[in-house]
């Protein structure tokens, strides 16, 4: 199911819009603002996207949030190869060894890897900032150190998608100036996203200082405990 149909009415709410306004704007009686959603036509749906002033590319590209018994994740075949693994929770190590953590660590460096193949502009479109949040090195290195940590972070980062797309903001930060890997922002946004299974999640997301582009930082379940 695309965005538009999943959270066509949601997406109204965030943006502040109303049915009745967004049914002038398309052109319809307000009673058919429901089957516009269920839409499957390119041109409504591209002027759809002009009206509510989102990409395009959000509306037809985004699926919804798998259920948790369904995660999928990459798990490195060989040299030259990666292949998806449908996983259950339990199948990630929960131990607190170093082993169970490197191989936490692996895993969100091999998803990562798979996702950045099946999302070449390495971005997606957050509805509550308005703005796209970019993936990039600092953004693995820094989760993949700090969710490896814990068994429930490293399930958070599975929902990648999700989260990008749907985190809400709680408040801007300034970025810390004796930590290196943050020297190259300017800011630091901290957002929540409240996960089925999981709980709520916190992704810090960088301003980058030389072209105020938005860069997911690091990415940690709040409730490790769980």
Request: aromatic share 8%; proline share 3%; glycine share 6%.
């Amino acid at each position: 199911m695309i965005y538009f149909e999943a959270k066509g009415e949601s997406l109204l709410s965030y943006i502040g819009m109303s049915k009745s306004e967004f049914a002038v704007r398309m052109g319809v009686k307000r009673q058919n603002v429901g089957a516009l959603f269920k839409s499957k036509n390119i041109v409504t749906i591209r002027k759809a996207s002009e009206v509510l002033g989102v990409p395009f590319s959000l509306l037809v590209g985004y699926v919804e949030e798998p259920e948790i018994d369904g995660l999928g994740y990459m798990i490195e075949k060989d040299a030259d190869e990666t292949c998806i693994m449908h996983i259950q929770p339990e199948d990630i190590p929960t131990g607190s060894s170093v082993d169970a953590m490197r191989l936490r660590q692996k895993l969100i460096h091999t998803f990562y890897t798979s996702w950045k193949m099946k999302n070449p502009e390495q971005r997606l479109y957050n509805i509550d900032l308005r703005d796209y949040i970019n993936i990039r090195y600092i953004s693995i290195e820094e989760t993949a150190a700090h969710a490896s940590l814990s068994y429930l972070s490293t399930l958070a980062v599975l929902q990648l998608d999700a989260i990008l797309v749907n985190s809400k903001i709680i408040k801007k930060v300034p970025s810390k100036h004796n930590n290196k890997n943050q020297s190259q922002f300017e800011s630091m946004l901290i957002m929540h996203y409240d996960c089925v299974g999981v709980g709520k999640i916190k992704m810090t997301v960088g301003v980058r200082r030389s072209d105020k582009k938005k860069v997911q930082y690091c990415i940690t379940a709040m409730n490790v405990d769980k």
